[in-house]
């Protein structure tokens, strides 16, 4: 079976732009969830997908947003970007369970100028 | 509120000793834990899981964690490590209260010498 897979890999913006990341879940799983990662922050929940509505989110301002299409491709979108968006963003799909085993992509690298 | 407290920012051990990650949580109810593990441009693996029961978990790899409550730990090891265990290994506990979520500590980068 193919992993999660993210494109792009790599992305360069400026500050007020907006960017949209693209997530490709496991054949057959149903759940997405994405997580921002810096040095700073560490590990951080952004919000989670389940058959195209937004089952759990976390502490982010509205900026971030997300959805999920029928075939469970989750794409998320920063608007206005500031530079502390620069981040890995990863993402993760799990059959369907919130506590399912999440299988993560190797992420998005986000820099913002 | 909840967090995830990985005391040792980075390790080194040898090729062939042993190996133990320290992991201590805050959560107010019985918590699920994990173990993840993220080499170097990768995205994150699944070590282990803790959901009830036997509070010695095996995972994969030949890591294992044990929970201990009163201590409010869930420590990794694995009694011989190898080079390819060079990673940066991430104890996260999941929240079922309010949103369900992954909370992760800030984790531990392992070195190995050979």
């Known amino acids: 079976k193919a992993g999660v897979t993210q494109t792009p890999r790599y992305l360069i913006k400026t500050r007020g732009q907006q960017v949209t990341l693209s997530c490709s879940p496991i054949?057959?799983?149903?759940?997405v969830s994405w997580y921002q990662q810096t040095p700073g922050q560490g590990l951080q929940f952004l919000f989670e997908?389940?058959?195209?509505?937004?089952?759990n989110k976390g502490n982010f301002p509205g900026r971030f947003s997300g959805r999920q299409f029928s075939n469970s491709r989750s794409e998320m979108n920063v608007s206005t970007l500031e530079l502390g968006d620069s981040a890995l963003y990863l993402c993760a799909s799990s059959p369907g369970s919130t506590w399912d085993t999440q299988y993560f992509g190797p992420g998005t690298r986000l820099t913002v100028l | 509120a909840q967090s995830v407290t990985q005391p040792d920012i980075h390790i080194t051990v040898s090729e062939g000793a042993s190996l133990e990650l320290r992991c201590n949580y805050s959560y107010g109810a019985t918590p699920y834990l994990f173990w993840y593990v993220q080499s170097p441009g990768q995205g994150l693996q699944l070590l282990l899981k803790y959901f009830s029961g036997d509070t010695l978990v095996q995972g994969i790899k030949g890591f294992e964690a044990e929970f201990k409550r009163s201590q409010s730990s869930f420590n990794l090891r694995k009694p011989s490590v190898h080079w390819s265990d060079a990673a940066e290994y991430f104890c996260?506990?999941?929240?079922?209260?309010?949103?369900?979520?992954?909370?992760f500590g800030q984790g531990t980068r392992l070195t190995i010498n050979p």
């Open positions: 996260a506990v999941g929240t079922i209260q309010g949103a369900q979520k992954l909370v």
């Open positions: 997908y389940f058959s195209e509505t937004q089952r």
């Open positions: 054949s057959g799983h149903r759940s």
